[in-house]
């Protein structure tokens, strides 16, 4: 018989195109599953399989964009639902919790996304997880850092076991965003604030590679218990979560320690390890101030990708699994938390102390750690002792630093005023979706205020300032936080000013911005640094007589002024500061109001004219 050509063409078509569809309905693989884990998918790559994902579950995937990134790329989230509702208000009241994961911050530590992507696809294709939806709804930022995620290269990570091309620390502009919490000065920041507030996540997950030594660990965490954390959702923390997924990630075969590892000498491992709290430039920092439960997940840099890949995926899959078990406690902590917060206004007259800063309070505890053995020796090339590790298991008792104590302070006030002029230290408040309300008219009364003196700023730039740090980054020139004493004055606010009362769930976040000595309040970071710049000055030849007139007048004065240049050399060998010393004391010189904090700290709201 003679096959018609038509009839063999459509025949092949027919065939070929059944193929081709059974082999990509069957393939779901992810790319870096595909690639045998020797690449991970660009931001379109990763893009695509998110919404072929999307599209062969519409009921349960929705990719929603948050923002843009400095380069102009859209930042997107992924919403599982087992049941499609995408809402968070109506999710929180179906009784269900709510995971944020944020994946590449630092975008040449990419592991999360690509674990994020095979999670997915087990619980909304595959199936095999989609127990973990059940009372909880999970949702991710694939690539957070999208424009450092494409600056791709072989030699971004000199310290990291592959895979082959990945992408750079910084966004955009080299801004680490994972230091710019508080201060929100990227559009990265900005956008993932709106879109947390949209959310309001019950728990919050940031996924990272360490840098730092070797060991046998392939995934290490640690969630924030300190004193500043909700004490209930501290215990809840400490007892409930971190030793499950510990003993989980065991289970699945992974080798897990639940403490973030930071040498105390990294030229001995020997003398033990040191685990900080988080300030509120990082993620998890910032999570404290918005009272909800934050991890920070670290793979091990010098594990191969698959091992890094299936351990990020299995800590969040334990995460999952105790957030639908403990959801309705979880949902309550927060509740809870939420509710102190608000309340820390109410004790403005009382003696509640608010911890500004926390710091290793000197306590260690006993802990085994599995690390490798070492070699020390002396480096010819660097000139001290260097460690080059083997690949021999190391168990050791080690001191691992555990106890904390607050070093910084404050009683919180009811409230504090801003005036309308300082916009930039506003607007960050605003960013944060801070309440703030405005005063109708010009104001004058009783607050207590600092007067800040001493300080001195960092040399070289941190972040893109210059911050009065104490030695942040490559700190060759520390900067240096002097003195800010409080006292109850009479001050005037103009019409427009901006009172941010304490009773309100981001009541620490206003705290920890508006309290000069918080580690990283607006002054810290440089927003207020023209307070402590000197406008007028006065001409030496009309600063000799004004001299010369107030020692005639104040004995005490001149005495004053004997003394400093008997004793103090650099002043006595200066004339500018000889002249000053005349100047800074007479009313020309106060005028200047170098130092006078210009924010208020209200310990009532009466009598204040509001909108
Ligand atoms: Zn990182």
Known sequence: ?????????????????????????????????????????DYAETVAYLERVASAAPGQVKVENFGKTGEGRDLKIVIVSRDGVFDPVAIHASGRVILLVQNSIHAGEMDGKDACLALLRDMVITKDK?????????????VYNIDGHERRSAYNRINQNGPEAIGWRGNGSNI????????????ETRAFLRMFHRWLPDFFVDDHVTDGADFQYDVTFYADATPDVAPATAKWIHNDVTPELERQLNAAGHVAFPWLINLNDDTDPAKGLTNMPAPP????????????????VELHMLKDYKTRVTGNYEILRALLEVMNRDASKLMALNRE??????????????????????????????????????????SEVSGTMWVSYTHEPWNATLPLTTGVKVVTWTMPPAAYIVPPQWNRVIDVLAAHDVAMRHTTAAWTGKVERYRCAGMEWQGPPFEGRHPIFEGEGAGAEPGKFGTCALATETMTFPAGSVVVALNQRLSKLAIQWLEPEAP?????????DPIFEQREYGEAYVLEKLARENMAKDPA?????????????????????????????????????????????LLSLEGVPLE
């Open 1 to 41: 018989m003679r096959l018609r050509v038509p009839f063999l063409c459509s025949l092949v078509l027919i065939c070929g195109l059944l193929l081709g569809s059974a082999a990509s309905a069957q393939d779901w693989r992810t790319p870096t599953e595909i690639a045998d884990y020797r690449t991970t998918p």
């Open 130 to 142: 989609a127990g973990l939806l059940e009372h909880a709804v999970f949702v991710f930022i694939p």
């Open 176 to 187: 680490n965003l994972n230091r710019d919490y508080m201060k929100a000065d990227a559009p």
């Open 281 to 296: 430039r990082f993620s998890t920092g910032q999570m404290i101030l918005e009272n909800r439960p934050g991890l920070l």
């Open 337 to 378: 938390a939420d509710e102190d917060a608000a309340n820390l206004g109410a004790h403005a007259l009382g003696n509640e102390r608010f911890p500004l800063a926390i710091e290793w309070g000197g306590e260690t505890t006993p802990v085994v750690f599995r690390g490798y053995q070492y070699k020390r020796a002396l």
């Open 520 to 528: 990283d309040s607006a002054m810290r970071w440089g927003f207020f």
């Open 557 to 601: 004065l001149k005495g004053e002024f004997e003394h400093r240049v008997q004793t103090d050399p650099r002043f006595a060998a200066s004339p500018e500061a000889r002249l000053e010393f005349f100047y800074d004391r007479s009313p020309w010189g106060l005028a200047n109001k170098v130092g006078e904090y210009p924010v208020g700290r």
